[in-house]
């Protein structure tokens, strides 16, 4: 069984951003997996588990094609007690659209994955900075994230098909302008 995710990724200038809020945190609490596994900053907006990649990438393709550059704004810092740490968007109607049509469709594909929290109405848009935190690293990290976070735009770019456990990029597709 293969854990799939399908994720949103960032301009060049926003992803720099957080991707130095990363580092940072790992390198000061020692949590980092992320880093380590080269995962780049990102929305997730599915997870699945199967085992028919040819079914997922094709019908991949078909959205991503439907698929347009779009505006996020991050606006706060938010917390998975205790374990992770992240920068949440402003939930907005490409967030929510796509989260609904990449589920309805690659689901005809795959079982729900990652206990059912990507689905729609159950998922919370974000982008980790931190994961398997302690209580004690959490607090560091979010003196880290406090003191780098103010409120920016990121462009949605691309849009991509990934094997999750380890990070693996299966296929990227850039989304129109």
Request: charged residues 25%.
């Amino acid at each position: 069984m293969t854990y799939y995710a399908v994720t949103l990724e960032f301009d060049k200038i926003s992803e720099k951003k957080m991707q130095e809020m990363i580092e940072e945190v790992a390198r000061v609490t020692g949590c980092d997996q992320m880093v380590q596994q080269k995962v780049p900053p990102h929305v997730t907006v599915c997870c699945l588990e199967g085992d028919n990649d040819e079914a997922l990438l094709a019908e991949m393709e078909k959205i991503a094609t439907s698929m347009s550059k779009q505006t996020l704004r991050f606006a706060n810092i938010g917390v998975f007690n205790p374990l992770v740490i992240y920068l949440g968007p402003i939930v907005n109607e490409f967030l929510l659209d796509t989260n609904r049509i990449v589920n309805e469709r690659l689901l005809q594909y795959a079982e729900v994955g990652n206990k059912g929290n990507y689905l729609p109405n159950r998922w919370v848009p974000h982008v980790g900075i931190a994961l398997k935190l302690t209580p004690d690293a959490l607090d560091e990290a979010f003196d880290i994230v406090r003191e780098k976070f103010t409120p920016f735009e990121a462009v949605v770019e691309r849009i991509l098909l990934v094997k999750a456990e380890p990070y693996e990029e299966m296929q990227a597709w850039e989304l129109r302008d």
